[in-house]
């Protein structure tokens, strides 16, 4: 937290050859006011025509006296991974969600916020993810797009059915569909022109690959490449 150009870590002793100072109108270098060894919280004195009486003694004040303050990264900043010392990223599946259900005969439709067939959130074979042949393509549509509303259809690393948080989901860089929209917005002009659909390359290999959008990146489902 800053308060009046300054910054104290009051668990971290200053270096050797390092001693902080409030920045004020001092011409001669250092520029400003040097503090006295830091102990405990803070208390900043300044001189009488930068800091208004406080009620104590003129010119010491509290800087985080009347601040609202609480714990950061509680509620933005979380995050998963054993690699961070976080909870697991993704969750077990059920049994349908693992293994391969629908063949590709009609794409996959995004709507109401959902990818149909192969969505997460939907339970039995609609939830699990649609086979596609080995040489073909699968295409997905966005029938949100008439209200307005854009999506993605982004790989990301198997299964990649975990909450969203700040590190998690990311696209794994496999194949990303671009922003399926109707195109031009009077207030983004960098979605370009419309386009509803997009299909997978031809040339992925065997396998399941998740995705997520990058615009509501709650929405997670899955295809399976097969022989």
Request: charged letters at 25%; aromatic letters at 8%; a positive charge.
């Given at each position: 937290?800053?308060?009046?150009?300054m910054?104290?870590?009051?668990k971290q002793k200053?270096?050797?050859?390092?001693?902080?100072?409030?920045?004020?109108?001092?011409?001669?270098p250092?520029?400003?006011?040097?503090?006295?060894k830091?102990?405990?919280?803070?208390?900043l004195?300044?001189?009488?025509n930068?800091?208004?009486?406080?009620?104590?003694?003129h010119?010491?004040?509290d800087?985080?006296?009347?601040?609202?303050?609480?714990?950061?990264?509680?509620?933005h900043?979380?995050?998963?991974?054993?690699?961070?010392?976080?909870?697991?990223?993704?969750r077990?599946?059920?049994?349908e969600q693992?293994s391969?259900?629908?063949?590709n005969?009609?794409?996959?439709?995004?709507?109401?916020?959902l990818?149909?067939?192969?969505?997460?959130?939907?339970?039995g074979?609609?939830g699990?993810?649609?086979?596609?042949?080995?040489?073909t393509?699968?295409?997905?549509?966005n029938?949100d797009?008439?209200l307005?509303?854009?999506?993605?259809v982004?790989?990301?690393?198997?299964?990649?059915?975990?909450?969203?948080?700040?590190n998690?989901?990311?696209?794994?860089?496999?194949?990303?569909?671009?922003?399926?929209?109707l195109?031009?917005?009077?207030i983004?002009?960098?979605?370009?022109?419309?386009?509803?659909?997009?299909?997978?390359?031809?040339?992925?290999?065997?396998?399941?690959?998740?995705?997520?959008?990058r615009?509501?990146?709650?929405?997670?489902g899955?295809?399976?490449?097969v022989?």
């Amino acid at each position: 937290m800053t308060h009046e150009g300054m910054y104290i870590d009051t668990k971290q002793k200053p270096k050797r050859g390092c001693r902080p100072y409030l920045l004020g109108q001092s011409r001669k270098p250092p520029r400003g006011e040097k503090l006295r060894k830091v102990r405990g919280v803070p208390k900043l004195r300044f001189k009488s025509n930068t800091a208004p009486p406080t009620g104590r003694r003129h010119g010491w004040i509290d800087p985080t006296e009347g601040v609202v303050n609480r714990k950061w990264g509680e509620e933005h900043d979380k995050f998963c991974g054993k690699r961070w010392d976080g909870p697991p990223c993704e969750r077990p599946l059920r049994e349908e969600q693992a293994s391969g259900g629908l063949p590709n005969t009609a794409g996959v439709h995004i709507a109401d916020f959902l990818y149909a067939p192969g969505d997460r959130a939907l339970s039995g074979p609609a939830g699990a993810p649609v086979q596609v042949e080995k040489g073909t393509s699968l295409t997905f549509v966005n029938e949100d797009a008439g209200l307005g509303i854009r999506h993605t259809v982004t790989t990301c690393a198997w299964p990649c059915n975990g909450p969203y948080v700040a590190n998690y989901p990311l696209a794994d860089g496999v194949w990303d569909s671009g922003i399926l929209s109707l195109g031009l917005d009077p207030i983004d002009e960098q979605i370009g022109a419309p386009r509803l659909s997009a299909s997978t390359p031809r040339t992925l290999p065997v396998g399941k690959y998740a995705y997520f959008c990058r615009i509501h990146p709650w929405m997670r489902g899955a295809f399976e490449v097969v022989r």
